[in-house]
């Protein structure tokens, strides 16, 4: 826990350097949710994989952070609530037995670049998982 912590820390202050390098507008944000088969009630990938896979996942996203295109990122938790009008379920949402297992923010001049740095995402080249890549929409300046 303290590793994933420092890890996150990391990611932050990266974060906010990239943040402060970018200074385009001819850029969209885009949602990566990385999603990762799922067992019942528990990952499929056991916690060693996770940590052997740790360096992969650090270089890909410094990667993404040097070249000033990250926004945010982070590791999702297993259990989740779904809500809806009628109820409150305390389990994930599992799409073809797949969990969203994290999320990424990126910048990219297009859809195209998106998909292509995804393709190199650890989720895809480990765990032969999938990335959900969504244009984030900011809401008009009033």
Do not use: C, H
């Not at 992969?56 to 809806?84: D, F, H, M």
């Not at 910048?107 to 393709?119: F, G, L, N, R, Y």
């Amino acid at each position: 826990m303290k590793k994933l912590l420092f890890i996150t820390l990391i990611i932050f202050f990266m974060t906010q350097n990239s943040s402060a390098q970018t200074g385009t507008n001819n850029t969209t944000e885009y949602l990566l949710l990385f999603r990762n088969v799922s067992g019942d009630g528990k990952y499929l990938v056991t916690p060693e994989d996770m940590q052997r896979a740790m360096p992969k996942w650090q270089a890909w996203i410094g990667s993404i952070a040097r070249q000033g295109k990250l926004v945010a990122t982070n590791p999702v938790e297993y259990n989740g609530k779904v809500v809806s009008a009628d109820s409150v379920e305390d389990q994930p949402y599992l799409v073809k037995k797949e969990l969203i297992v994290g999320y990424l923010i990126l910048k990219a001049a297009s859809a195209e670049e998106a998909v292509a740095i995804s393709k190199t995402s650890p989720i895809i080249t480990e765990y032969k998982g999938s990335v959900e890549i969504r244009a984030m929409i900011p809401f008009p300046q009033q």
